[in-house]
């Protein structure tokens, strides 16, 4: 039974409009490419990144804000880039800066309802948390590089909800069933999310690591650069479409890919195992949202 509505298997009018978004969206401010640039450098130092970060009073506050969240616990106020710093370290520190200046985009892209860019902003987020924790759990995948992959995972959803909402009925019905949500996508709009996320990280420049998780994030077996983080990716952002950030362990009812448990060297009897773990720190990332 076509669950569509009439007319909704035309690629027609959406793919041209959602290919000039992708050329036109504004990219990343010049502060934020530059300590990504940066970011990618082993020797990196603190005191390098605060002095770009300094450049622009408006993320000084942001960044200043995130590190006194209730997600950080610090005893104390942070009330300087310094303090920060050396507190929290580099990678840390970009991915408040990240953090920072991805958060405009979900909150302030116009023809987007305010409930779901919220409600994508929060999944972002949480996104990022669990690909960190799952990382540092594992060891051997660079947690604060998760951290990143994970924000940015859906960003090709900020072009693409404008497109959804007269189909958004029929789409959950879909996977409800056990369609794969970036086929239904592709189906209707002739792109899904992953490779408009993809297309904009090209477009911005971001490493080539971060441009091959976002698009391959859902079929991390496809993955080039680095199969490994890919592979986190895709679990943190099924356990984290799964979880309510009220929930509690129950809550979590994951599908996940084969592939990705293999490559990640995890099962879903290890995953149960740091599953109460995953809550807190996913109730955690409501301060996080909410200090943004």
């Avoid at 504004?26 to 082993?42: D, K, N």
């Avoid at 060297?265 to 301060?287: I, P, Q």
Wanted: glycine share 8%; proline share 3%; hydrophobic share 45%.
């Amino acid at each position: 039974m076509d669950v569509f509505p009439s007319g909704a298997h035309q690629v027609s009018k959406a793919l041209p409009v959602i290919l000039d978004e992708i050329k036109s969206l504004e990219p990343l401010p010049q502060v934020a490419l530059q300590v990504m640039a940066l970011s990618e450098r082993e020797d990196v130092t603190p005191r390098e990144l605060i002095a770009i970060i300094q450049t622009d009073g408006g993320l000084t506050a942001k960044v200043l804000k995130l590190s006194n969240s209730a997600y950080y616990g610090f005893a104390r106020e942070i009330a300087s880039l310094e303090e920060a710093g050396n507190l929290l370290g580099t990678r840390s520190l970009f991915n408040l800066v990240l953090t920072s200046c991805t958060g405009r985009y979900f909150r302030n892209y116009g023809g987007c309802s305010k409930e779901a860019m919220e409600k994508l902003w929060e999944s972002s987020v949480t996104t990022a948390i669990t690909a960190s924790t799952l990382a540092r759990l594992h060891g051997h995948v660079d947690r604060h590089r998760a951290y990143t992959a994970g924000l940015l995972l859906d960003i090709g959803r900020i072009v693409l909800e404008r497109f959804v909402i007269p189909f958004r009925g029929a789409i959950d019905a879909q996977v409800r069933l056990g369609a794969d949500q970036t086929e239904v996508e592709q189906r209707l709009f002739g792109m899904h999310h992953a490779e408009i996320g993809a297309q904009l990280a090209e477009r911005w420049g971001f490493p080539g690591v971060l441009i091959d998780a976002i698009r391959f994030h859902h079929a991390p077996e496809h993955a080039r650069v680095d199969p490994l983080m890919t592979s986190f990716c895709h679990l943190a952002a099924t356990i984290s479409e799964a979880m309510d950030l009220d929930g509690g362990p129950d809550a979590i009812h994951l599908d996940l890919s084969a592939e990705a448990l293999t490559v990640a060297g995890l099962d879903k009897r290890a995953l149960a195992d740091v599953e109460s773990l995953l809550v807190g720190e996913l109730k955690k990332a409501r301060d996080m949202v909410e200090a943004e």
